[in-house]
């Protein structure tokens, strides 16, 4: 009888680890999830406004050497990240290829022009700065025109404003909500022992002494479901990284070692806490009182 009695509270034991070390990883788990998309977020906006090309149509008679003058230039640029030459009849190609008609043949001439593709970096891409490029640019003898999606640009600031407004309350609000979920998993998980609390209180134990078992056990606890959600987070950038190498995801080793020491320690210092709060909250209970609270 004994022996199935042991046997159970062992099993109860094992099953409110479990529980703990469960519940802890999930919540870490959403908060690295979290914290990749704020390291990643301006990383995402960069890439996209990276992708915003300015084109640059060049006059019928400028030369050859004042093409690559200007290309040089574009080269020395702290503000273009790539450029690319499209002559006339490259441009003519691909837009007949786009359309599904040969225009040139209709027409009887090509009525495009030589043009130099640019790119700039993403600290550039917003309308004030692109507005001082573009009058730059149009002060060049062999520049006719300078064209670029101006709402595009003006919808992209807007929504990296907005995105990241959000993002930071959803990042406080989620932060409290991951705290308050795991103390509660951890009191819980007390409450189930606080009969073995009082007895070790009530035949001498000092608080201290009686702390220190339940505070290190969680912590291991805490350690246990960082390690669980660290290996599942690093598995999902390695899937990310293969899908969408462009990204460059690893790229960032200092904002990924951050990101997994705080959950390390996120995780010990939760539970720690958390701990300490409930055994305390049983330790100064009144034993009359176990059986109510």
């Not at 003058?69 to 691909?94: G, H, N």
């Not at 022009?113 to 891409?125: F, G, M, N, R």
């Not at 805490?222 to 950038?237: C, D, K």
């Not at 390390?264 to 609270?293: C, H, K, M």
Request: with cysteine; glycine share 4%; proline share 2%.
């Amino acid at each position: 009888m004994s022996n199935n009695i042991d046997k159970y509270q062992k099993r109860r034991l094992i099953t409110s680890y479990v529980s703990v070390t469960v519940s802890i990883s999930l919540v870490l788990l959403l908060m690295g999830l979290l914290g990749l998309l704020v390291f990643n977020a301006s990383k995402l906006a960069n890439h996209f406004k990276e992708k915003i090309a300015i084109s640059i149509y060049l006059k019928e008679d400028a030369s050859q050497t004042e093409i690559q003058s200007l290309q040089r230039k574009f080269s020395m640029s702290p503000y273009v990240k790539t450029s690319e030459f499209i002559s006339k009849d490259e441009a003519a190609i691909k837009y007949s290829a786009d359309i599904g008609e040969n225009f040139v043949e209709f027409l009887g001439y090509n009525p495009l022009k030589d043009a130099v593709d640019i790119s700039l970096k993403a600290q550039y891409v917003n309308q004030n700065a692109i507005e001082r490029i573009v009058n730059d640019l149009q002060e060049s003898l062999v520049v006719e025109e300078v064209s670029y999606d101006k709402p595009l640009i003006q919808l992209i600031d807007q929504n990296i404003q907005n995105a990241s407004f959000w993002l930071l309350i959803s990042s406080i609000c989620f932060t409290i909500i991951s705290v308050l979920l795991i103390n509660s998993s951890i009191r819980l998980s007390i409450y189930s022992k606080r009969f073995i609390i009082k007895t070790m209180q009530m035949v001498g134990a000092t608080k201290s002494f009686i702390q220190k078992p339940f505070i290190w056990t969680n912590i291991k606890l805490g350690i246990y479901g960082a390690t669980i959600s660290s290996v599942i987070l690093i598995l999902l950038l390695n899937t990310i990284d293969l899908n969408f190498p462009e990204i460059d995801i690893f790229g960032d080793v200092f904002g990924l070692s951050v990101l997994f020491i705080s959950l390390y320690g996120l995780g010990v210092l939760i539970s720690y806490l958390s701990t300490q709060s409930a055994t305390q909250r049983f330790l100064n209970l009144r034993t009359d009182r176990l059986y109510y609270e």
